[in-house]
């Protein structure tokens, strides 16, 4: 079994920034692929970047290329998730989670239905 915690969301500006912790632990060698994932009200949860375990590939969706940056502190067990030039449509509950099967792609794996282990959330909200 894998924990995740998430932290470092809160309220911001439109065009402000935020950054993202996931800290897990447990079994932390046991998944394959690690992501944050998004939920907002009445939508659909979804992706918002996955990293390989080795940290060597990474996906993003169109809805924040070029914005968002997923990063990894193996030493110290986080995963960060560094939001620039953030837009109202960014807010929503981040979720960190974890892919404990083997993956042949990031990208094809970047899916919600694909990880199997997840952390709380944390809001973020972006005023317009």
């Known amino acids: 079994q894998l924990q995740l915690v998430e932290s470092g969301g809160g309220t911001v500006q439109t065009g402000e920034s935020l950054r993202l912790s996931c800290t897990y632990s447990?079994?932390?060698?046991?998944?394959?692929?690690i992501g944050w994932f998004r939920q907002a009200p009445g939508k659909e949860r979804e992706p918002v970047a996955c990293?390989?375990?080795?940290?060597?590939?990474?996906y993003y969706p169109d809805s924040v290329k070029g914005r968002f940056t997923i990063s990894r502190d193996a030493a110290k067990n986080t995963l960060f998730l560094q939001m620039n030039s953030l837009k109202p449509e960014d807010t929503a509950v981040y979720y960190c989670?974890?892919?404990?099967?083997?993956?042949?792609?990031?990208?094809?794996?970047?899916?919600?239905?694909?990880?199997?282990?997840w952390g709380r959330g944390t809001q973020v909200t972006v005023s317009s």
């Open positions: 447990g079994f932390i060698h046991d998944f394959y692929a």
């Open positions: 990293l390989s375990d080795n940290g060597a590939h990474s």
């Open positions: 989670a974890a892919e404990r099967d083997p993956i042949t792609s990031v990208r094809d794996s970047c899916l919600v239905r694909k990880y199997d282990y």
